[in-house]
């Protein structure tokens, strides 16, 4: 209670200040006039009573601002003081403010941007509320991904569940079901999830209710929930929607429950999934092969993740005995934390960028740095009358921080604004494949991130002027006109500081030129395949409706028939996966000899679907052998073409063709092929994957002769303009079946750039990084030079008086300028070369030492620097000897 | 005639003794009874009693008012409050245990 009364009276005091300065004077008075009539009443006489008065009294302003700093609120009234002064300091200066805080802006709007996409992926917590436990189960050992996990696994793993796991729940991302609304149909991204994957993430349906453990089985009822957007989107939000029936791929499903909004699959990037169906997971399976799902658990209170390892590796050795083809030796459930997992997906690469904008950020504070230096020089006068004044040295300094914050904030508020305005334009450049990338945006959180950088930033650059001007010679300041006392230990910092902004800027650069180098060289690697006005779009077959292989095959006979038919297309082919638009392998094992290579790793090689017309609608040209023809169809001899990479790998030697393969052979019996086939033809390599990885070993089967042809992509080579055949596209297939969507309509070239959007992305962003540090510096060196050479004025003038030429000026200042781009070069160098070898995994064809580019970039600078000294150099050169002389 | 300095830290219990033995008192009026109860040995310096004034103002221990003296001048006046008289208790059983315990030091020498 005390202190609340207490509280109370400081605040009142706090509005009332002036009244408050008013009743200490009138007090002081009083006193005053008391103590004079004393001093008369002691005999001296009046105006002597009145000084001695006076004296003793001593200062009345300092009395009064010592009384009113009882009341503890000086902090605050120095503070305000300060801002309004820093502000109209700012004012004056519209030159130095506008450079400063347009600097600032650049850097701390830069920073800004990369935070918020460094929050989406690594700092922001996930939407689940009990990610922190959630843990993904994986295996290592294996040399297929061990992410990957099959119902078989999941099968056996669950027998273990109960002593180690409180859930253990498995997804895995589906087909787009087909959805009829108003009797259309549309396509809908779903993933199907275990009956208790829910309640394993902590989340609840927002109506209705969870999947029911019988909804997991096989031949349970069809039952499906929707997502927060889809509920909305398409059905009106409507709150009777649970129990409602629906016509996904055919078949009747009813709605059971609707998710809660911000609710997505487990590695939170695109595509989101709007429909989540219940995995039938088999009790048992004899499907031991990669399943393609994601196990996810947590563990029961006081189990380590190596307890629960331990577990589940036992059931590993056990598949393997029964399926020795399919598992390593070693294999090994291993746990990683969910938000590991997340990070490890989004790549070092954003954290690369995010070390790269700090740089960008570091020269602009060093540039401002260096402004206020050259400014504090001028307003030593200043410091030295506030010296004289009674201003301690802490105030000095708090007040020069607080003008360094204030242009700091000021700098922050514009680069938040440059940010907001250019944020559609950043996100479109991030690959898709970065966790949350939907999420991307300027909230709370990164509006909190850049103020409290700008301040940092403030008191950053503002410390070492600060410092500086407060230590201050009185009266050397005071007699002095000009500023040459602190000018030179100045000067010598202030070219450090340049230099510096100049080393830093290599770094950056050459960074920027090696990525950009990478993306050069990939956009010119050869695919092995011409993708020039190519169409391709994607049709996956329903498998309630085309249920048989025969219908499958009959329904592609009759598309590729009907789109051959149209004019302006070429050829007209399928494959199931594009090149360099996924990856798809298998294991093989050779007839009559091996399953294995010698280091007893299993036989695999990518595998592709097509049908007769692919390599030559692609141009692959064929080395040895035949093509694919309509005659390999499902009553003839099972055959399959081979690359050349597959020819030398597999059959060093020896001749490939009539020699047989059994694709999928050692995977069990549900993945393997009823029978070997008989490799007939082999075709050029072409890049599968990526277009940094090796090109080739795939295979290539007739569609017509396997149970696979459900999901195929359409290839149709044209005369020219692709694109614009596509409403003549739709009018062919809907001869064939109108209710089939065409889906990922673009041209191959779309494809091939697409595959490199990663190495854009980085080249793009640390292209501008670059380019923005090299303005920064560039600025930083011209300051320094222009600054030193008014500060020269005098000197050059008698130089010019004693007989040098304009040259001799020139080169003064050119040597100057030298000097400071040297320095700062060499040591950048140095430290590019430490540094570049960090990125090395994101380069392509060039060393992270490559000579060539830091030779490149070291002139680039060197000429920048040069540059920005001929502003100055050309003020020198006209400096008249006699206004110099006469010019202090 | 050097008049010795107020010890520090006592400068509270001084006036605050002052203001309970004589009521209400503006602030020429308790340095000068200060000085004269002390027979000229301390001085207050208004450098340091009007700080200290109004830190027991922000504390609670004093009011001010504003009134009028004898010769029908304004002046401000002080009182001590409940607070105050409950704040002069403890400082004067503080100073007598310090005192004593100084004098014990001294005399055992």
Redesign the interface.
């Known amino acids: 209670m005390?202190l609340l009364?207490?509280l109370g009276?400081?605040v009142t005091?706090l509005l009332r200040r002036r009244k408050f300065d008013q009743?200490?004077d009138?007090?002081?008075r009083?006193?005053l006039?008391?103590?004079e009539r004393e001093r008369r009443e002691a005999g001296l006489p009046a105006d002597q009573a009145y000084t001695a008065a006076r004296k003793?009294?001593?200062n009345a302003l300092?009395?009064r601002e010592?009384?009113?700093?009882?009341?503890?609120w000086s902090w605050l009234e120095h503070l305000i003081q300060d801002l309004r002064f820093a502000l109209r300091m700012l004012r004056k200066n519209p030159g130095f403010t506008a450079t400063a805080v347009l600097t600032l802006a650049l850097g701390i709007g830069a920073n800004t941007a990369i935070f918020s996409i460094i929050d989406a992926v690594f700092l922001r917590p996930l939407p689940y509320p009990n990610a922190q436990q959630m843990y993904l189960v994986a295996r290592t050992g294996n040399a297929y991904g061990g992410e990957s996990i099959s119902p078989a696994i999941f099968a056996a793993w669950r027998k273990q569940q109960s002593s180690v796991f409180e859930h253990l729940a498995l997804f895995g991302f589906m087909d787009d079901s087909t959805l009829m609304v108003s009797g259309e149909p549309v396509r809908i991204p779903s993933a199907g999830i275990s009956w208790d994957f829910l309640a394993m993430t902590g989340i609840h349906p927002i109506l209705g209710r969870d999947f029911r453990p019988e909804e997991g089985q096989i031949g349970g009822p069809n039952v499906v929930m929707l997502s927060d957007r889809l509920w909305r989107e398409r059905f009106g939000a409507d709150l009777n929607v649970v129990g409602q029936n629906l016509t996904l791929n055919s078949k009747s499903y009813t709605v059971v429950g609707v998710l809660p909004r911000g609710f997505t699959d487990p590695t939170f990037s695109p595509p989101y999934s709007q429909l989540w169906l219940p995995l039938q997971i088999p009790a048992a399976s004899n499907n031991p092969g990669n399943g393609g799902l994601l196990c996810l658990g947590t563990l029961k209170h006081g189990v380590s993740a190596t307890q629960a390892e331990e577990a589940l590796t036992p059931s590993l050795s056990e598949l393997r005995r029964e399926f020795p083809k399919m598992f390593m030796s070693n294999e090994r459930a291993h746990l990683v934390p969910l938000r590991e997992m997340l990070n490890e997906w989004a790549g070092t690469a954003v954290l690369l960028l995010f070390g790269a904008v700090g740089l960008v950020l570091l020269i602009a504070c060093v540039n401002v740095a260096n402004l206020s230096l050259a400014r504090s020089a001028t307003r030593q006068r200043e410091m030295a009358v506030r010296s004289a004044i009674g201003a301690s040295h802490s105030r000095i300094v708090r007040q020069l921080l607080t003008e360094s914050v204030v242009l700091a904030v000021l700098g922050g508020l514009l680069g938040v604004a440059v940010c907001y305005a250019s944020f559609r334009f950043v996100v479109t450049l991030v690959p898709a494949n970065v966790p949350h990338v939907g999420t991307f945006g300027i909230d709370a959180r990164v509006l909190f991130f850049a103020f409290a950088l700008s301040i940092a930033t403030g008191v950053a650059f503002g410390l070492i002027p600060a410092l500086g001007a407060s230590r201050v010679d009185l009266t050397g300041s005071l007699k002095e006109s000009t500023t040459q006392a602190g000018a030179r230990g100045a000067g010598r910092l202030r070219g450090i500081l340049a230099a510096g902004e100049i080393a830093i800027s290599l770094v950056l650069l050459v960074g920027a030129a090696l990525t950009l180098e990478s993306f050069a060289r990939l956009t010119v690697v050869q695919p092995g395949f011409d993708s020039r006005n190519v169409l391709t779009f994607r049709i996956s077959l329903p498998s309630e409706k085309y249920d048989t292989q025969a219908k499958r095959t009959l329904f592609f006979d009759q598309a590729i028939h009907h789109l051959a038919a149209i004019s302006g297309v070429e050829q007209a082919a399928i494959v199931s996966i594009l090149p360099l638009a996924g990856e798809g392998d298998i294991l093989f094992s050779i007839e009559g000899e091996r399953s294995a290579a010698p280091s007893g790793e299993p036989l695999a090689a990518n595998f592709r679907i097509i049908s007769p017309d692919y390599f030559r609608a692609l141009r692959i040209p064929l080395m040895r052998g035949r093509e694919l023809t309509p005659a390999d169809n499902a009553s003839s001899a099972p055959v399959v073409v081979i690359d050349q990479t597959m020819a030398r790998k597999f059959w060093p030697g020896q001749d490939p063709i009539g020699q047989r393969v059994w694709i999928g052979k050692a995977m069990g019996p549900s993945m393997s092929e009823p029978a070997p086939r008989e490799i007939v033809g082999i075709v050029a390599d072409i890049r599968e994957s990526a277009l940094t990885d090796a090109p080739g070993q795939t295979m290539f089967i007739p569609y017509a002769q396997t149970k696979w042809n459900d999901s195929e992509s359409f290839v149709l080579r044209e005369r020219a303009a692709p694109l614009m055949s596509v409403p003549a596209v739709r009018d062919a297939l809907h001869q064939v079946d109108p209710t089939e969507p065409l889906t990922e309509i673009e041209t191959m070239n779309q494809v091939v750039s697409g595959s490199l959007k990663d190495w854009r992305f980085h080249a793009t962003m640390l292209g501008i990084f670059g380019a923005l540090a090299l303005f920064i510096a560039a600025i930083g060196v011209y300051g320094v030079i222009s600054y030193s050479i008014a500060q020269r004025t005098h000197e050059i003038g008698i130089r010019v008086a004693l007989g040098a030429q304009r040259v001799d000026v020139l080169r003064l200042v050119i040597s100057q300028g030298a000097r400071l781009a040297l320095a700062g070069i060499a040591v950048g160098v140095l430290a590019a070369i430490g540094l570049t070898r960090l990125m090395a995994s994101l380069l392509y064809g060039v060393a992270p030492t490559d000579p060539l580019t830091f030779v490149g970039v070291a002139i680039l600078l060197a000429i920048v620097a040069l540059l920005a000294c001929y502003i100055p150099a050309r003020r020198a050169m006209r400096v008249d000897p006699m206004t110099a002389l006469r010019h202090e | 005639m050097r008049r010795d300095e107020i010890p520090p830290g006592t400068l509270h219990l001084l006036i605050l003794k002052t203001l309970a033995r004589r009521g209400e008192l503006h602030g020429y009026e308790i340095a000068r009874t200060i000085q004269q109860n002390s027979e000229d040995v301390l001085q207050v310096e208004e450098g340091s009693l009007y700080p200290a004034l109004q830190r027991m103002l922000v504390k609670g221990w004093v009011k001010a008012y504003w009134g009028t003296t004898a010769e029908n001048r304004r002046a401000r006046f002080y009182r001590l409050t409940t607070a105050g008289r409950k704040q002069l208790q403890v400082e004067e059983s503080q100073f007598e245990r310090v005192m004593s315990a100084i004098t014990r030091v001294i005399q055992t020498a």
């Not at chain 1, 010592?66 to 503890?72: C, Q, R, T, Y």
């Open positions: 005390k009364g207490e009276r400081r005091m009743e200490m009138e007090e002081m009083i006193h006039e008391l103590r003793n009294f001593g300092a009395l010592a009384s009113h700093d009882s009341w503890g």
